[in-house]
């Protein structure tokens, strides 16, 4: 058990709707990731917060945007869905700084979005 | 080229043979190596955590990286069903940076 949990788990919106994904992750863990996952492919880093302060960015628009709260929980939110922003959206949690050997990333089980 | 090249499979075997799945890279700034499985609607799982080259074993899996071929591997021996599921290796040039993950190699175990 990661201790990871995501919300909700399924969700289906139109194109040109917005969108909130939720993430809780355990106590003490400062950082938290994102990542997208298309059917079929790897996951893709979407960004990272480290202590509610983001701290890289991966290769997404700017209507891919998040927060991070003191109590652990964190936001994925996509504005104007399109119909590639399908796929598994899934958060990641370590207790360090990123994902060091000591205390790498652990996964929660995604969020399956639909968009038609 | 990608920069994390993996076959997607899928690979099925039998109850108790030995599984080789491997990954290529071509960045060789790349120092930590990681395999994750996954299981159908499920998240992944971290398998193994590697730095730089050399093997590392844990029960029976073992993780080979070979930085001079930009070549990782991990071995299951005594597969069993319950290996069945997908693989993912994934690599980052630091332990701050974000991991470049393969496309997953689908394994199917048949008792």
């Known amino acids: 058990e990661t201790g990871v949990t995501q919300s909700p788990t399924h969700l289906i919106k139109t194109r040109g709707q917005q969108v909130t994904l939720r993430c809780s992750s355990q106590s003490g863990h400062n950082t938290v990731s994102w990542y997208q996952q298309a059917l079929g492919q790897g996951p893709q880093f979407i960004f990272q917060?480290?202590?509610?302060?983001?701290?890289g960015r991966g290769n997404f628009p700017p209507r891919f945007s998040g927060l991070q709260f003191p109590n652990y929980s964190s936001e994925l939110n996509v504005n104007a869905l399109e119909l590639d922003d399908s796929a598994l959206y899934l958060c990641?949690?370590?207790?360090?700084?990123?994902?060091?050997?000591?205390?790498?990333?652990?996964f929660g089980n995604g969020t399956r979005l639909t968009v038609t | 080229q990608k920069e994390v090249e993996q076959d997607p499979g899928p690979l099925s075997v039998p109850e108790g043979a030995i599984v080789s799945l491997n990954c290529t890279y071509s960045n060789s700034a790349f120092q930590y190596f990681m395999w994750y499985r996954q299981y159908s609607r499920k998240g992944p799982e971290l398998l193994m955590y590697t730095y730089s080259s050399g093997n590392k074993e844990d029960g029976r899996f073992t993780a080979q990286v070979d930085k001079s071929s930009k070549y990782i591997s991990l071995f299951i021996r005594d597969s069993q069903p319950s290996d069945s599921a997908t693989y993912l290796c994934a690599m980052s040039f630091s332990g701050n940076t974000p991991l470049v993950f393969g496309k997953g190699t689908r394994l199917s175990v048949i008792a």
């Open positions: 917060y480290y202590r509610e302060e983001e701290n």
């Open positions: 990641a949690s370590s207790s360090g700084q990123g994902n060091s050997y000591n205390s790498p990333l652990h």
